[in-house]
């Protein structure tokens, strides 16, 4: 397994999670708001809010992160983990060009070699390197954070709800690029959303999440198609998927 969560309690909110993925993997985390989710992935990042602390384990490729110095972890993101969050502009300087954004994970962690106007195409993003951020629409500043997140080929990659705050006719671009870019690398995925036709169309397995626990988890065709869970039959029936009906 490429990361392994036991047993992951973060201060109430979150209880008894465990899962694991495996090398190029892809599972997808499911749950209404405020079931956990994202707590789950902070921690697992070691981006949890000072006022919330995380027991149990977390290891990427046998290195357990839960406790570890930050210096340890900060050596870590953005390089063999990372993570995608919901609104594009967040997580870029609007003051720098992109393509120097671009090049700064592999500046950090002193990794050279390979062009970021080779990475910004690889996203569908020739010849932008010299834009700000402001200057790109929604779908593109996304294409540049998965740039940055892919930049230096992590072993693990989490994306928190990417293609929620786009329009729908670039969402799927954008969950190619995602696919693209885990399968190339052989990238661990965990992809956090509420909408069950994304899980259907980017994951292997599902988690689904309630009240801070995992109350079902199996292959995607499983739980879409023959969930055991009331909640997992709720989730379902409110969705449009067709297998529901
Ligand atoms: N810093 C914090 N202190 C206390 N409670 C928090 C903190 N951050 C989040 N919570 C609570 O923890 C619970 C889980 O939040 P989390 O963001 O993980 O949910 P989620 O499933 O990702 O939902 P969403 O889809 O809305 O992001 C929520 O009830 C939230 O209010």
Known sequence: MTLEVHGLGIGGLVRGVSFGI??????GLIGESGSGKSLTALSIMGLLPEELAASGSVTLDGRELLGAPEKDLSRLRGNEM???????????????????????????????????????????????ARAYPHQLSGGQRQRVVLAIALANDPKLLICDEPTTALDVTVQAQILELILDGVRERESAL????????????????????????????????????????????????ASDLEASR
Do not use: W
């Not at 393509?99 to 195409?121: F, N, S, T, W, Y």
């Open 190 to 237: 965990l992809f956090i959303t509420h909408d069950l036709a994304v899980v259907a169309s980017v994951c292997e397995r599902v988690l689904v999440m309630l009240d801070g626990e995992i109350v079902e988890a199996g292959t995607t065709r499983e739980v879409l198609t023959e969930p055991k869970h009331e909640y997992t039959k709720k989730l379902l029936a």
């Open 22 to 27: 495996a090398r190029g993997e892809r599972v």
């Open 82 to 128: 990372s993570m995608v969050f919901q609104e594009p502009m967040t997580a870029l300087n609007p003051a720098m060009r992109v393509g120097a954004q671009v090049a700064e994970p592999m500046r950090i962690h002193r990794k050279g070699g390979k062009d970021p106007e080779a990475l910004l195409a690889s996203v569908g993003l020739p010849g932008v």
